[in-house]
């Protein structure tokens, strides 16, 4: 019988930071400093001043560990930090600016959302990072506070996920609603009526079609998607193994060897 997705993951993630780097990481799958969990070769002074700036922590243990997602998201997309105009993802290139863990607040109090990576040029590109959150279950949960969003921003698809939400709070098993709404809310009351594109990346084994909870959580994303299409904030799902193979199509960079040798693995 096959462990439980979680732990296997976490176990196949460890194999993949050791055998990508020269980094000792501990039993628990946590290397000594959050720079010895990145690629070597990024401007870790422009990342750090980045991740320092979000409300996320993410500079303390949790950029340590193998299974990261802003260390997934870090490691994908850094080498472009600083020179954003080369890096592309989906139909979206030629970006003016880009930045990690990027602050779009919605007004409300509490914590702001807070996107993995923030990119805008001829196209505004956000990015929600998962690795293995996902796989943990939850349910969605809105303050009446939201309420209010409504009435200044306008109708969107969006709000009515928020309804949709409150009346089937663990409509999705896997997928994490709650906070891809509240960062479209975030991304629309920062760009308004602009077009903007939500990618929820995520990562999932090679052998991902032998575990169904990725089928259920592939199929959860798919539908948030369809549901918000007219929507000024899109939503496009997609893996990171998708992404990858997108960019070995065309022009692959130079860091998808050490990708590819750390994360994409089977469990």
Same mark, same amino acid.
């Given at each position: 019988m096959k462990q439980d997705l979680l732990s296997s993951s976490y176990a196949a993630l460890l194999l993949g930071a050791r055998a990508a780097s020269k980094a000792n990481f501990d039993a628990r799958g946590y290397a000594l400093s959050w720079k010895a969990n990145l690629l070597e070769i990024l401007p870790m002074d422009a990342i750090a001043k980045d991740l320092a700036a979000g409300a996320g922590c993410?500079? /303390?243990?949790k950029l340590r560990a193998a299974h990261s997602s802003a260390a997934l998201a870090v490691n994908t997309f850094?080498?472009?930090r600083e020179e954003p105009y080369a890096m592309r993802i989906g139909d979206a290139d030629r970006f003016a600016t880009m930045s990690f863990e990027a602050v779009c607040p919605t007004g409300l109090r509490g914590t702001a959302p807070h996107l993995d990576l923030l990119a805008t040029g001829p196209?505004?590109?956000a990015v929600e990072s998962k690795c293995t959150e996902w796989m943990?279950?939850?349910?969605?949960?809105f303050s009446p506070? $939201? /309420?209010t969003l409504e009435k200044t921003h306008g109708h969107s698809p969006w709000f009515t996920q928020i309804r949709m939400s409150r009346d089937k709070p663990n409509r999705y098993s896997? @997928? /994490?609603s709650a906070q891809l709404i509240k960062?479209? @809310?975030g991304l629309i009351t920062r760009y308004e009526a602009r077009p903007v594109e939500l990618f $929820? @990346? $995520?990562?999932?084994p090679r052998n991902a079609d032998e575990w169904s909870q990725c089928a259920v959580h592939r199929a959860e994303a798919k539908d948030l998607a369809s549901q918000v299409g007219n929507a000024s904030v899109t939503l496009r799902a997609l893996s990171y193994l998708e992404l990858w193979s997108e960019w070995e199509v065309k022009d692959a960079p130079a860091h998808l060897p050490y990708l590819r040798t750390r994360y994409d693995c089977s469990v």
């Open positions: 993410e500079l /303390d243990g850094g080498p472009w196209s505004i590109v943990s279950r939850k349910a969605a949960q506070a $939201y /309420d896997f @997928l /994490d960062h479209a @809310l $929820y @990346l $995520y990562w999932e």
